[in-house]
């Protein structure tokens, strides 16, 4: 138990969620800090606060309600809140974050309770220093901010996206412990298109249309500036920002300061890790594969430009790895006659007849592996998986969009339908399917392996920039700690039960990699697992006197 030096006494001290012991406090706790007759006078141990918190959840009814009480626990308790979700994360992470945190960001205006993080309007161009500064913690090492623009696969959504910086960050501490006092999430508010929301008496927006790029760009560019003079240690993670935004923004900052894109890198790292494992079953290498996207925005491109770098580390050139990666989206597959290409998109752009058939592509590329990132539920038809079954032994499907209702297919029509051919994953967690005599373990294929673990490097090492190296490095790690039984049955990513572990032994390599990449500012330990641990936040209560 540490020792925290504090200065508030009585209801104040009651009222600050990071100090707050509830019914925990000691009576020499009580006696110094004029918390007598505030509280119940007893002293309860935290697992005897465990206990209540778990048979209050026993009487919630959806995981909505579940989410919202353990909010409000963390608005008054934070040591409680992370001491629960810590306890039981298989459970807890999918009411905290995905699925749930969809539903919650489609009601955030309405579920409001109180404020948490920062809200920086475009209205306030000029004053966005001043406003960081009125963060009352000065030790913030990141941001996960978004504009609301591209919220899961559920489309622009303004302020209501706010629930996935707060979700996000909450994993940090939760799944590869960053301690949270040094983390900060952040709406950047530049209004929205979504009419209804605008529309919507309870919104909490701007309720303007979204600017031009430009005007958009030159905002996001004082607030990177302003990180820089308030948190100068500061790493920025953006989050659900539009395909085209996500891309040039991470383009435009990622070489000058330490930020990152959990939609284009994180999700290109989780991805891989199942790619990894993929070829370990069917006995092959990447280079030996051959991909098909479904959906070619930031998460597609910036998981193929992933997936390329990590061809090339294994001696391809980029040409020849580029060669392996096709991609279709609403206007078919992507070739040079089309004239609505981006620039990052390019890259993809084979050459091949038009095509708008999406079972037909399959059956003209014959691709190894199948990814979707296309936001569209159902998407993977019986058609689509029968002609991967057909053109493969073992065809690799990786349906990756969430909620769950946007997957493009369950787990149950993979399998079923590629008669247990297939190799599985999705972006939500799917229950074992019973096929052809066997149990298949469908993984999840979700980022809460990866950023997190990435953070805790960054966070231990100061390191200076981000780089897709420490993503695939990351990747290769996650993929290292799935148990070779379960391997075996077709789990890609390792069980969510001992997150903490996983991500611990994930940062320890990301974190190596910072040092030899000389990103680190701090001296280099000789045990990088035991310099992770050391830098671990654990939920328990401080001694106060």
Not at 129 to 157: A, E, H, M, Q
Not at 295 to 320: D, H, K, P, R, Y
Not at 369 to 382: C, M, N, R
Request: charged content about 20%; glycine content about 8%; some cysteine.
């Amino acid at each position: 138990m540490t020792m925290t030096t504090i200065s508030k006494r009585g209801s104040e001290l009651l009222q600050d969620p990071s100090l707050n012991k509830s019914t925990a406090f000691t009576e020499a706790e009580r006696q110094a800090l004029d918390l007598v007759g505030l509280v119940p006078d007893v002293t309860e141990t935290e697992d005897l606060q465990l206990r209540r918190v778990m048979l209050q959840l026993s009487h919630k009814t959806t995981d909505l309600d579940r989410y919202i009480f353990l909010v409000n626990l963390l608005d008054h308790d934070e040591t409680l809140f992370y001491r629960t979700i810590m306890s039981d994360p298989a459970r807890f992470l999918p009411i905290v974050y995905d699925p749930t945190i969809g539903e919650v960001c489609l009601k955030f205006g309405h579920i409001y309770r109180q404020p948490r993080g920062m809200y920086v309007s475009i209205e306030r161009r000029g004053q966005v220093r001043d406003i960081l500064g009125n963060w009352p913690r000065k030790d913030i090492r990141f941001i996960c901010v978004t504009d609301g623009g591209r919220i899961l696969g559920l489309g622009d959504l303004g302020a209501n996206g706010m629930g996935i910086p707060i979700g996000k960050l909450q994993l940090y501490t939760a799944a590869a412990g960053v301690p949270p006092q040094h983390l900060l999430p952040m709406y950047l508010d530049a209004g929205t298109n979504n009419e209804q929301y605008r529309n919507d008496p309870l919104y909490l927006g701007l309720r303007k249309t979204r600017p031009s790029s430009d005007e958009l760009f030159s905002f996001v560019d004082e607030l990177v500036e302003a990180v820089q003079d308030v948190f100068p240690r500061c790493c920025i993670h953006f989050e659900d920002w539009t395909g085209v935004d996500a891309v040039h923004l991470l383009e435009r900052y990622r070489d000058h300061y330490c930020v990152y894109n959990d939609d284009v890198q994180g999700t290109a790292g989780i991805t891989l890790a199942g790619m990894i494992n993929a070829v370990k079953l069917k006995g092959t290498q990447l280079k030996d594969e051959s991909y098909l996207f479904l959906g070619a925005g930031s998460a597609g491109i910036g998981l193929a430009n992933l997936l390329c770098s990590a061809l090339v580390s294994q001696g391809m050139s980029l040409t020849e790895a580029q060669a392996k990666v096709h991609m279709f989206d609403v206007n078919g597959l992507l070739e040079p006659s089309r004239t609505d290409l981006v620039d990052f998109q390019l890259p993809y752009a084979h050459p091949n007849e038009p095509c708008t058939d999406f079972a037909a592509a399959i059956k003209h590329l014959k691709p190894t592996t199948l990814i979707g990132v296309s936001t569209v539920g159902g998407a993977f038809t019986q058609e689509v998986v029968e002609a991967m079954s057909q053109v493969n032994e073992r065809p690799v499907i990786l349906a990756l969009s969430n909620p769950t209702d946007h997957a493009e297919c369950t787990a149950e029509q993979a399998y079923t339908w590629s008669k247990g051919k297939v190799i599985y994953a999705a972006g939500v967690q799917f229950d074992p399917v019973h096929c052809e005599g066997q149990v298949f373990l469908p993984g999840q294929a979700n980022n809460f392996y990866i950023f997190p673990a990435v953070g805790m490097a960054i966070f231990a090492t100061q390191a200076s920039r981000v780089t897709d190296e420490m993503f695939i490095e990351a990747a290769a790690a996650v993929a290292d700690q799935v148990p070779p039984e379960m391997l075996k049955q077709g789990l890609l990513y390792p069980p969510q039960s001992n997150i903490l572990e996983t991500e611990i032994q994930t940062a320890a390599r990301v974190a190596r990699l910072v040092f030899d990449l000389g990103l680190a500012r701090v001296d280099r330990p000789t045990d990088m697992v035991d310099f992770i641990r050391g830098h671990v936040y654990r939920p328990e209560y401080p001694k106060l006197v």
